[in-house]
């Protein structure tokens, strides 16, 4: 007798590879993937480990830089999930802002959330505004290539197909 195994839903994973330059507010996604496939997630972890580019302490992923300007970095995170399932769309929140407090400076990406409704922006922007992390002025992008202006930062907000 045939059983099909049943999707187990109960974890999230998230990988988010981006671009950027030292030095320069200019940061470009190159792949974002959402799901739920566990063989999917530790094929990423082992690939990081393997090319010795992943940080376990905080699972970012710090590639080499393709020449002395261009680096990529990213984040592979698990989360615990009751609520999203595979093929559902799912809105996801980023910011991006340009953090000049080490030697060099960049545009850094931070995973704000995963929700099945649409934010109230208006909202968001006041909250992370008063939080004076990220900067004192906001815009909005649905690209995933931007210029960040001086003492501003981007919130992006992203459809994606959980797969």
């Known amino acids: 007798m045939n059983s099909i195994k049943q999707q187990d839903d109960s ?31 530790q094929y990423e972890i082992n690939e990081q480990i393997l090319s010795n580019t992943l940080r376990p302490e905080d699972m970012a992923i710090y590639y080499k830089p393709i020449d002395e300007k261009h680096n990529f970095t990213g984040i592979i ?10 093929n559902e769309i799912v809105h996801i929140y980023m910011i ?43 815009e909005y992008h649905k690209l995933t290539t931007k210029f960040i202006k001086n003492n501003i930062f981007n919130i992006i907000h992203l459809y994606e197909n959980i797969i």
């Open 96 to 138: 991006a802002y340009y953090d000049n407090t080490g030697k060099i400076g960049s545009c850094k990406l931070v995973l704000y959330g995963i929700f099945k409704d649409e934010l109230n922006l208006g909202h968001l922007e006041t909250q992370l505004i008063n939080e004076k992390k990220y900067g004192s002025k906001c």
């Open 11 to 41: 974890q999230i994973y998230i990988s988010c590879i981006w671009e950027y330059v030292e030095n320069e507010r200019l940061y470009k996604i190159l792949s974002f993937v959402i799901t739920t496939n566990q063989h999917f997630y």
């Open 77 to 86: 995170k698990k989360y615990n999930n009751e609520i999203f399932k595979k």
